[in-house]
């Protein structure tokens, strides 16, 4: 491909001038990494670069930020280093087509609003995780306090262009967890229940009544997830990694990694995306109070 040493690594317009779409530079050649310019942008003197404009949420309101373009050797090194993960045949480009999803949390100081990326094993954005409906009173009080349990979180989860796919709510908790999963429409999907506080947390997915599945984790700490069917295989994982003990210890990014083994069936296809995705939000806030 075409170099040119002046231009930064990172994504930029496609140089074959296929439109709506970037190509990752990596500072010295073009490589085959590409992703889908973000949709449903503000006006155009209000975007950032290459189209990074606030995305609209379900209800018509800007929420947050396009998701970053992640540097595609940084999430390889990630998936098949830190996470132990081979690499995988590629999947159909989607959230739910993948068997392999990166989720890494936006890196902030202080914690306001829960953001991720979420990508494949290849370093393409496949969408995003966004916190909704928060209101000022309760951004407030998750930065002078740690109550962050004892509230209703909202969790829209977007494709690569922004479109809403899933609504996963934490409702308010004093002992244990649940998060509602719904499609962007409303249709209920199922719950992911907590079901113990002592020892190694484990959660239940449940469909209309019934368990389809579970997540359990593998230590106390609960940094890494077994995924089970009903009948107790693991169907996938979850793994934490790490971005280095300085970054731990001052900033609250948490990113993970999924890898789902085979093509699952729906409803528990969706309960597992969503696990991957909701699993810092049911637990983390645990760690400060009784959960």
């Known amino acids: 491909m075409t170099t040119h040493s002046n231009i930064p690594a990172g994504w930029h317009p496609d140089p074959h001038g296929v439109a709506q779409l970037l190509r990752w530079w990596d500072g010295a050649q073009w ?7 973000q949709q449903q942008a503000q006006p155009a003197q209000e975007q950032g670069q290459f189209g990074q404009a606030q995305f609209q949420g379900q209800f018509g309101q800007p929420q947050a930020q396009a998701p970053p373009m ?10 098949q280093q830190q996470a132990g993960v081979a690499p995988a045949a590629q999947g159909g480009g989607t959230l739910f087509t993948e068997p392999v999803l990166v989720v890494n949390q936006k890196a902030k100081l202080i914690e306001l609003t829960n953001e991720y990326s979420v990508m494949d094993q290849s370093g393409n954005v496949l969408g995003s995780v966004v916190q909704v409906g928060q209101s000022t009173l309760k951004k407030v009080a998750r930065f002078v306090s740690s109550l962050d349990q004892f509230m209703t979180h909202k969790l829209e989860i977007r494709d690569a262009y922004g479109q809403p796919q899933m ?9 244990k967890s649940r998060v509602i999963v719904e499609r962007a429409d ?3 999907i ?6 113990n506080m002592i020892g190694k947390i484990n959660f239940g ?14 230590n106390w700490r609960a940094w890494n997830f077994s995924i089970v069917d009903h009948a107790d295989n693991e169907v996938a994982r979850i793994t934490k990694t790490w971005e280095g003990l300085a970054k731990t210890m001052f900033t609250t990014a948490d990113n993970y990694v999924l890898q789902i083994h085979y093509q699952l069936p729906e409803p528990l296809l969706s309960l597992v995306v969503a696990t991957a995705l909701t699993v810092d939000t049911a637990l983390k806030q645990d760690a400060r109070g009784f959960g």
């Open 70 to 79: 992640a540097d595609p050797a940084k999430v390889q090194r990630q998936v």
């Open 31 to 37: 490589t085959e990494h590409t992703t889908p310019v």
């Open 190 to 195: 199922g719950e992911i229940v907590q079901q």
């Open 205 to 218: 997915m449940m469909v209309n009544g019934q368990q389809v599945g579970a997540i359990k984790a593998e």
């Open 167 to 175: 609504m996963l709510t934490r409702p308010r908790k004093f002992m």
């Open 186 to 188: 409303g249709q209920p």
